[in-house]
């Protein structure tokens, strides 16, 4: 027995994404269950129907009104699972908020997702962007991800090698993970738990505070901090956080940048490429702080755009692109977007 849905029409997404980009779906519905999916999967009236899989909303711009159904993932749940070779398992539900999950996990005394506290968004989302932050990747401490394939109407579990995760990419962002719907995720915390300081920033945040030997929890505390220093509260300016990837070139286009540009902010990494700084490269072509209608650049951080108000999806993209334009004219380096364009 399919359960009933409650279908909404020419439903807001206003406060379905974090921009607060003000478009309309044609169909929306929450899903808080597995049945639910299957059922709205196998609902006539949404047959043929384009689908956006919805979770926080903190990685979306929405370019205009949606004309086919939302299928906004609200399935709840989180458990300890136990301990498997050092680490203690932990699974959530698609649906939980992240950041309360994270928080959650620190009140069960399990360290090993304190660097990314306060991301926005849902656990459901985290393995699709592999978020990470001060250090850490999702991939990481990364175990198992339960999903619906809708092809076969079956659950199956994943692991790291069959997610494919790269920088803010996993196969969910490609067209053969299309069609998995991902129900919940395991993680693996480590049990003998050591504090990750390799992020400068956050390491002389952690001296400056006199933590001699900083807890996981006063880890997070200390993200929390920096995040709100530096970030907007979607709840007061609409944004999705870092609009563009830091963009990553070869050593060889390194060096010609620095012999042009020796102020020029890179990391090397560990396959001999550098990764260059977004942010410094917008900020040097003179646009952190600027506007383009109602849409802008945050004046205290140069990757965040910004709803000043009002903004339309079409604005916001506006003003990317020429920020994108701008930067691969000066730098010859191409800037990509984080957010999925809908």
Not at 115 to 127: E, F, Q
Request: hydrophobic share 50%; charged share 15%; proline share 4%.
């Amino acid at each position: 027995m399919l359960p009933d849905l409650a279908i909404a029409h020419d439903f807001s997404l206003k406060s379905c994404n974090t921009f607060g980009i003000d478009a309309r779906a044609r169909r929306y519905l929450r899903i808080h269950s597995v049945a639910e999916l299957a059922a709205a999967l196998a609902n006539p009236s949404l047959a043929g129907m384009p689908r956006l899989l919805l979770g926080g909303g903190s990685n979306i711009l929405l370019t205009g009104d949606f004309d086919g159904v939302v299928l906004h993932m609200a399935i709840a749940g989180r458990a300890v699972l136990g301990e498997r070779g050092g680490h203690t398992l932990v699974r959530a539900a698609a649906g939980e908020n992240w950041h309360a999950f994270v928080q959650w996990t620190l009140a069960q005394g399990l360290g090993g997702l304190e660097n990314m506290s306060l991301i926005p968004g849902t656990v459901g989302a985290s393995p699709i962007q592999n978020i990470g932050a001060y250090g850490v990747e999702l991939k990481d401490v990364f175990d198992a991800v339960t999903v619906y394939d809708i092809a076969s109407g079956q659950l199956r579990s994943m692991d790291a090698a069959a997610c494919r995760f790269g920088y803010r990419d996993s196969i969910f962002k490609h067209a053969d993970g299309a069609g998995l719907v991902i129900v919940d995720v395991t993680f693996a915390l480590p049990t003998a738990w050591a504090p990750n300081l390799r992020y400068a920033e956050l390491a002389q945040a952690v001296a400056q505070a006199g933590m001699a030997a900083p807890s996981a929890q006063g880890i997070s505390e200390t993200v929390v901090a920096i995040r709100r220093r530096k970030l907007p509260d979607p709840a007061v300016i609409g944004n999705a956080g870092s609009f563009f990837k830091n963009p990553v070139v070869s050593s060889a286009r390194c060096r010609d940048l620095l012999a042009a540009f020796p102020a020029l902010v890179h990391h090397a990494q560990a396959d001999g490429s550098e990764k260059l700084a977004a942010g410094w490269l917008i900020d040097q072509c003179g646009w952190k702080g600027r506007n383009l209608g109602a849409a802008g650049v945050y004046p205290k951080q140069a990757l965040v755009l910004v709803n000043n108000g009002g903004a339309s999806g079409a604005e916001v993209l506006a003003l990317a692109n020429a920020i994108r334009d701008d930067v691969a004219a000066r730098y010859g380096v191409t800037l990509e977007a984080e957010p999925v364009f809908v």
